[in-house]
């Protein structure tokens, strides 16, 4: 119930293409589906988020789709540059729980030049 | 402005040894997490406190494993007796009252023998 499901696992993307990851959940007492970027030997870091009540969220070249019918957000990153190569959790959280996430298992970007 | 600093970066202790690890939040911020991360099980929460007073330590591994947080400005986790089986990156997170995202300090890669 807890679950959030990320897939894929790795991904390999060309300098200018979009990487889409995606993640689903079970609990529909979930309400905030955050984002995080991390980089080698850093915290995560939290990248864009978004609320239920929208089913799209863009910021840059980043872009959350929330589908709460089928219980589906995913991240897409327009434009994708080496730099942004890094691990992308996805999470949730019941905003009665105090913010407690659960996080996806992550996704390993790798931009190439 | 600083972040949520952690200390040590990085610790290598042979098993049966006591470790402590160190965290100082995000000044004015209400709630404090640890975080444990791994391959195999990913970033899990093991403890959180608001104001200082432990909420939910259900993500506790076990008996081995304690938390404090004496003050608004420094909290403890410790190991006691370590086991090879935690090793793992350790994060500490800070976030303000309300709902706000949570502030990830560098994590603690800690490594037993």
């Known amino acids: 119930q807890q679950q959030v499901k990320q897939s894929p696992q790795s991904l390999i993307v060309q300098k200018g293409g979009i990487s889409i990851i995606n993640c689903a959940y079970e609990?529909?007492?979930?309400?905030?589906f955050p984002w995080y970027q991390q980089f080698p030997g850093k915290g995560p870091a939290l990248l864009i988020a978004?609320?239920?009540?929208?089913s799209e969220k863009k910021e840059g070249r980043f872009t959350i789709s929330f589908n709460k019918s089928a219980k589906q957000f995913s991240l897409h990153i327009m434009d994708s540059q080496p730099g942004d190569s890094a691990t992308y959790f996805c999470?949730?959280?019941?905003?009665?729980?105090?913010?407690?996430?659960?996080f996806g298992s992550g996704t390993q970007l790798t931009v190439l030049p | 402005d600083a972040g949520v600093i952690q200390s040590p970066r990085h610790e290598v202790t042979e098993m049966g040894q006591e470790v402590t690890l160190r965290c100082k939040p995000i000044?004015?911020?209400?709630?404090l997490f640890w975080y444990r991360q791994t391959m195999m099980r990913g970033l899990e929460l093991l403890i959180y406190?608001?104001?200082?007073?432990?909420?939910?330590d259900s993500g506790m591994p076990e008996d081995r494993f304690s938390a404090k947080m004496p003050n608004a400005s420094f909290s403890t986790l410790k190991i006691q007796p370590s086991e090879p089986r935690d090793s793992a990156v350790y994060f500490c997170?800070?976030?303000?009252?309300?709902?706000?995202?949570?502030?990830f300090g560098d994590g603690t890669r800690l490594s037993i023998l």
């Open positions: 997170a800070s976030s303000p009252a309300g709902f706000q995202p949570q502030h």
């Open positions: 609990n529909t007492a979930f309400d905030y």
């Open positions: 978004i609320r239920p009540d929208v």
């Open positions: 999470a949730a959280s019941n905003s009665g729980s105090a913010r407690q996430l659960t």
């Open positions: 000044s004015g911020h209400d709630y």
């Open positions: 406190f608001n104001n200082n007073v432990p909420i939910d």
